[in-house]
């Protein structure tokens, strides 16, 4: 079983659209969570770190669910410019020792017109 | 912006030739970190850095030496290249903000080994 498990893409959305990405991880005593966003044959980057109360971000809104284990991604309204891949991502050590991160392999968005 | 570079951008060779790349960033953080991505697989950690001199494997590392002299490089090496090892290669530096931790990519290697 994978450490981190994401939907399985492509997500083939209209403009205006809301989509939601779930994401499983295994270890339970995973630290922190976050949410990257990869351009096609670019660095990943931070979209939002993932917080036990739930967040919000404009149009992006994260949830975490430590019982089940579970992470979740809403993006709301898609824009053509939220076409990208969005990796579900976990830190399996506290915040002041540094990062072990545990990649989701990702899952793919494309928005149309 | 992380102040994060890394070059070559673009790199090929061929097997059994050593390569190295380089990972420079300016903004004086203490941990730094080399990473592959491959398709079906995601980023995978290859090695990390906690201090200048301070290294560890990651889950990938076989193949693959860093150094680490300086606080602002981080040399991931090759020692005799593989045609497995062709991959694309990010290197990350790492934040606390407050209570929270954030990492932050540079732009990438693209190693084609041949």
């Known amino acids: 079983r994978k450490e981190v498990e994401q939907d399985p893409g492509p997500f083939n959305v209209p403009e205006g659209a809301t989509v939601a990405f779930n994401c499983t ?28 109360s739930g967040n919000e971000d404009g149009r992006f809104t994260a949830q975490l669910n430590r019982a089940s284990q579970y992470i979740s991604l809403l993006i709301r309204d898609s824009k053509l410019s939220d076409s990208a891949t969005y990796l579900c991502v976990v830190n399996l050590v506290p915040y002041n020792q540094g990062g072990k991160l545990i990649f989701g392999q990702g899952t793919e968005l494309s928005v149309k017109p | 912006d992380a102040g994060i570079t890394q070059s070559p951008r673009h790199k090929v060779t061929e097997t059994g030739t050593p390569v190295t790349l380089r990972c420079h960033q300016t903004e004086n953080h203490r941990y730094m970190y080399w990473y592959r991505q491959d398709p079906g697989h995601g980023l995978r950690l290859i090695h990390y850095s906690y201090g200048v001199k301070d290294t560890d494997k990651g889950e990938v590392s076989d193949g693959y030496s860093v150094s680490r002299s300086k606080t602002e490089d981080f040399l991931l090496t090759l020692e005799s290249a593989t045609s497995s090892q062709t991959s694309v290669y990010f290197c990350a530096i790492s934040e606390v903000q407050g209570l929270s931790y954030e990492q932050y990519f540079g732009p990438g290697t693209r190693l084609t080994v041949t």
């Not at chain 1, 995973?30 to 949410?35: P, Y």
């Open chain 1, 25 to 52: 991880y295994s270890n339970s005593a995973s630290q922190s969570f976050f949410w990257y966003r990869q351009d096609c044959r670019k660095e990943p980057k931070l979209l939002m770190s993932v917080y036990s």
